[in-house]
T-cell receptor, first 113, second 112 residues
């Protein structure tokens, strides 16, 4: 069964450093989402892509976060500079246009020291 | 925007008993309500979902009910088993912007 892939699974960085996360959605899934999940809370949407276009980035802190999906397939989420409050799980999800179900990747757990 | 509230935050149930988790939503335009199960250190996985044109849906031991008038929906797990222990999240999707808003989660513990 196809799954959403993410890397790295864990990342420890110092504040003010740059970090990047990668997501490879299920093949054929045009819609891709990046979520942030703080410990003990539900996922919160950061950015939504439809193919290579950003559909919703209203909750993305654009002064330090950026996301791209250049060829409409895999995607990268970047944080520069990282802050202590960015410590969280970063989840990627994807879905087809025909279904409503979002399939999640295993996430990248980020710890900023 | 949409606001989803979920209760309780923690729930302990004796093995074999039933568990019920409740969620309320604020946006009457929401039309899709999935439930995700997240085991420790693992990805959220869809366990059941319901659309606004349906009042109830069942899949083996799991059922979801929706009351559009009251804007609340509930997850019911019967004959609970140890492997049901996990964090459960409800979510609501707005028809207009397709955005999923999640509840804060319920940590369910099944006591053997």
């Amino acid at each position: 069964e196809a799954e959403v892939a993410q890397s790295p699974r864990y990342k420890i960085t110092e504040k003010s450093q740059a970090v990047a996360f990668w997501c490879d959605p299920i093949s054929g899934h045009a819609t891709l989402y990046w979520y942030r999940q703080i410990l003990g809370q539900g996922p919160e949407l950061l950015v939504q892509f439809q193919d290579e276009s950003v559909v919703d980035d209203s909750q993305l802190p654009k002064d330090r976060f950026s996301a791209e999906r250049l060829k409409g397939v895999d995607s990268t989420l970047k944080i520069q500079p990282a802050e202590l409050g960015d410590s969280a799980m970063y989840l990627c999800a994807s879905r087809t246009g025909a279904q409503e179900t979002q399939y999640f990747g295993p996430g990248t757990r980020l710890l900023v020291l | 925007g949409e606001n989803v509230e979920q209760h309780p935050s923690t729930l302990s149930v004796q093995e074999g008993d039933s568990a019920v988790i409740k969620c309320t939503y604020s946006d009457s335009a929401s039309n899709y309500f999935p439930w995700y199960k997240q085991e420790l250190g693992k990805r959220p996985q869809l366990i059941i979902d319901i659309r606004s044109n349906v009042g109830e849906k069942k899949d083996q031991r799991i059922a979801v009910t929706l009351n559009k008038t009251a804007k609340h929906f509930s997850l019911h797990i019967t004959e609970t088993q140890p492997e049901d222990s996990a964090v459960y999240f409800c979510a609501a999707r707005n028809f207009g912007n397709e955005k999923l808003t999640f509840g804060t989660g319920t940590r369910l513990t099944i006591i053997p």
